[in-house]
């Protein structure tokens, strides 16, 4: 049986130069993967291209068999696939409330993740409602990029670099929410820079190099190999 993800031979890239040169990714239902890989290796061009921002010049991904590859970003997003985007994206006069009525507008969509349920998993946001984007800090900010997604109830998340400049204790939260959302059988991608952060949270870590994947592992398997890991990152 297929698995819930997979990602085949996927090339893509911008203005006809390529910049995924063949990724090929599983996640199972319901389950955490992340994607390491050192700056500019094609980690965001692979959420890109997944979600349909970008093209893909070739290959295949589908989602619970369906083919979603090439098609534009409304019909993947119906399909069931989020994306909490680099960077957050919060729009600096719009409130806490205003992120949410658009997100709710643009996607209803039915599943667990109601505005109440979201503001029960992240109650910081339920104090700042009315707070303008551009008066947030940086892991609030993250928290309504991830409360935006959430409305769509999507049933793969694509999340991007979500601990970026963040604090320690923030990151933190920021696991705890991934483990909440897979937990009730969401299935996650995690493009991360932070190992830390990656390994408390995936059962299976990817390593991409040069726009492919060059080492799979599970979570322990990696853990437990300082080598691979400064081969393949630079970090212990
Ligand atoms: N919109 C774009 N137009 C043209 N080239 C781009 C664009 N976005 C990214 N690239 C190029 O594609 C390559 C891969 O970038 P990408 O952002 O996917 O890597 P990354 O692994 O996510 O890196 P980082 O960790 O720095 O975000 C880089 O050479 C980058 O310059």
Known sequence: MKPFLHVRGLRSGYAGGVVLSGVDLDAEEGGIIAVLGRNGVGKTTLISTVMGFVRPYEGSVTLDGREIAGARVDVIARAGVGVVPQGRRVFAPLTVAEHLAIAARRRPARGPWTRARILE??????????HRGDELSGGEQQMLAIARALLGNPRLLLLDEPSDGLAPAI??????VVREVSAEGMTVVLVEQNLGLALSVAEHVAVMRKGSIVHRATRAEFAAAPEDRRRLLGVD
């Open 121 to 130: 998993l992240l109650p910081r946001l339920g104090e700042r409602l009315g």
């Open 171 to 176: 990151v933190s939260q920021v696991g705890e």
